[in-house]
């Protein structure tokens, strides 16, 4: 794991600092601010840019996904938020902030009565990190497949998550709770004897969701978590998944490839692109009106399963390699109505007022008028969610519905709106 | 290397198919164990039908293990048919391997991974000319590299020139896929099996290679064989989308009749469980579970111990393929005219009662009532 971190980190806005904030908790509440996070492989010349300037919220109980291709930096930025960034991976710059109840120091289950403390996860020392992984923030890494061992059981899996993080809990209390937990996700308790190769593919999987949530957490971050599964146990699965998530509270930061997916599970989506977070915006948003010739072009390349058959013809070119990304947008090569200005400049993710979403393309600056495709109206579903700002990280949960970006991060921390689960 | 001319994309089902597939089966010997015992087999592909017109593209779609590579490598003929015909104009294939060499000239095959399918240590220019010098097509150095130029355009990797020296990892997944096609076309072969060729590549390329396969069909009049477990792309390509299931085809029928209509259960339940943003209100699972063990499939219909819809005849005989709309055949029961009431009785279970209400194909097309006829 690397800590090194370059000196030209941004510096945290005043007003940040660690604060206690009490009060009730409501679902806009923000658990998880990125700001400007940037992450790169490499040192020096030769560094690899692999997320540039991220800036994403997390919500309680929302479903933020993250759409990006390949190599676009989406499990990076997942892996440089927890702090699991391996060697040569380094965290330049940047703030990630975690509000939890409770000072977060505790090895304790989150209550939601206690007054909130806000930790920056990129300051936190290793004694702090340990409390918190597993704890308030699960990870389902990419290869849950394989990311069993073969040579212990599912129980004893299960229970050793208990055993490091639970020390009260006896072995027996232990054996219960591993045997609920497999039950919450649709196993037979009578399997925590089962070694790994005994499970199927989608049971394997559904043990490395129960094990994120031994813990009860605040946050689970999932990477492409039914990717290498069939449709079906991929539905069941998310099925199940969504029905915890409505259960027990938590927020996922939901990693894949497939926008198609996202649009029906996620309530905000934020895609990425060569390690840049292009645009973000409600998943219903996103689908009806999208503002960057990125996403219209990913939106475009997924057939339909209704309707007339058209042509339809994806995005032309390749996705850049990243040691040699082009000069100003990333996306230019490939965009059909790149500009002059696009091939210098790099635009910026920008909120767009009114509306509650971001984007960075200079078609939707003020100077242009960005063509009928990227400037549809909004869904009718989301005009509620134009009134509520980004809110910033000591902001009272009372006052969220309000809140003006914090001074000296306007321009560029614009987060993540909340979106109203549309159709819902 | 500019093939036959657009003309021939009009000719699509009349006359003899390109290929055609008869009972078409492939039994894999298993190993004797507590659980398989001596002359246990795995039945992977199971009395598959199935023709290739030319200049048409059919897709196979099912999950894995449901036998759909396997039925692709049966085409190619890389594996033996356990039993069951092949026929290449009309004329049945034999299974020699003499006539193998022939018979690659006109089916070629392209693989799901261009990341391992490419030999890393040889360029674009050696992967394209080595299959015209097997098959001994291969004329003076110039002509060589006329073909190879050729075959660049016509997989739209232009400028040629820019590609013939380059070695597979200095090429993206899209234009490593464009190669491998590019190798497949190089002999000129009527026909394209194409086992999953773009669930490896990035979103946003897929399309590009899609479009390339829909281009060939229709300039040069190559059947295509696409074999998918996505349904919606299989839609956007196909003409005829055929759903496999535990080695069986359960279903065929023309893309959007298929994709629109369901008939089958099994069809039912792929489109309920694929992503489909324009879905406005949660759906419903048509059935749950998983595949079943091929060493010893289900009696019956395979499908029946995960069907929301089973009879006491699914336990008990395998349906036929039945014809429910033009060109559009359902091996499903419930679409069986001539069922007695005992048969369409409820499936023998220990907890019988709770599946008799809904026995009706919802969202597809309507089957017979329970009764109605006899």
Known sequence: MTTARNSHRRPAPSGRAASAVSGPASRDQPLLEVTGLCVDYGFGQDAIHAVVEADLVLRRGEVLGLAGESGSGKSTLAYAITRLLRAPGVITGGQVLFHTPGTGDQDLPASAAAPWHTIDLLDAGPEQLRALRWNRIAVVLQSAMHALNPVLSVGAQLTDVLRAHRPEMDRAARLTRAGQLLELVGIPADRLGNYPHELSGGMRQRVMIAMALALEPQIVIMDEPTTALDVVTQREILEELMDLRDRLGFAILFITHDLSLLIEIADTIAVMYAGRIVETAGARQLYRAPRHPYSLGLLRSFPALHGPHQPMTGIGGSPPDMRQLPAGCVFHPRCPYAMDKCRVDTPQLLRLHATGRAVACWLQGTATTPPPELALPEPESSATTATRATTQAATPPEATTQATPAPGVGQQAAGIIPSQRSGS | ?374
């Not at chain 2, 669930?199 to 829909?214: E, F, P, T």
């Not at chain 2, 060939?216 to 005829?240: P, Q």
């Not at chain 2, 111990?305 to 709309?325: I, Y």
Request: proline share 9%; net charge positive; with cysteine.
């Open chain 2, 1 to 374: 290397m500019t093939g036959p001319g657009p003309a021939v994309a009009a000719t699509v089902t009349d006359g003899i198919p390109l290929l055609e597939a008869r009972g078409l089966t492939k039994h894999f010997p298993v190993r004797k164990t507590r659980l398989a015992p001596r002359g246990a087999v795995v039945h992977a592909v199971d009395d598959v039908c199935l023709v290739l017109p030319a200049a048409g593209v059919t897709a196979i779609v099912g999950e894995s293990g449901s036998g759909k590579s396997t039925l692709a490598k049966l085409l190619a003929r890389l594996i033996k048919p356990t039993s069951g015909q092949l026929l290449l104009d009309g004329d049945d294939v034999p299974a020699r391997s003499r006539v193998r060499r022939r018979y690659a000239r006109q089916v070629q095959l392209v693989l799901q991974d261009p990341f391992s399918s490419l030999n890393p240590v040889h360029d674009v220019r050696y992967h394209l000319t080595r299959p015209l010098k097997v098959h001994r097509l291969a004329g003076s150095a110039s002509e060589l590299d006329q073909s190879v130029a050729g075959l660049l355009e016509r997989v739209a990797l232009s400028p040629a020139d820019q590609f013939t020296g380059k070695y597979p990892h200095e090429l993206s997944g899209g234009q490593r896929q464009r190669v491998a096609i590019a190798r497949a076309l190089a002999v000129q072969p009527r026909i394209l099996l194409a086992d999953e060729p773009v669930s490896m590549l990035d979103v946003s390329i897929r399309l590009g290679v899609l479009n390339l396969l829909a281009d060939l069909r229709v300039r040069d009049g190559l059947a295509i064989l696409y074999v998918t477990h996505d349904i919606a792309s299989a839609r956007y390509l196909a003409d005829v989308i055929a759903v496999m299931y535990a080695g069986q085809i359960v279903e065929s029928g023309p893309a959007g009749s298929l994709t629109d209509q369901p008939s089958h259960p099994y069809t039912q339940l792929l489109l309920s469980a694929a992503p489909d943003p324009d879905r406005t209100q949660a759906q419903t699972l048509r059935g749950r579970g998983a595949p079943p063990n091929l060493v010893t499939p289900p009696t019956g219909c395979r499908f029946h111990p995960r069907c929301p819809h089973a009879m006491r005849v699914c336990a008990e005989s395998a349906p036929t393929m039945t014809e429910v709309a033009a060109g559009h055949s359902s091996a499903c029961w419930l679409h069986a005219p001539d069922l007695d009431p005992v048969q369409r009785g409820p499936l023998g279970r220990q907890n019988g009662t709770d599946r008799t209400g809904d026995r009706t194909p919802a969202a597809g097309r309507a089957a017979p009532e329970p009764g109605e006829e006899t």
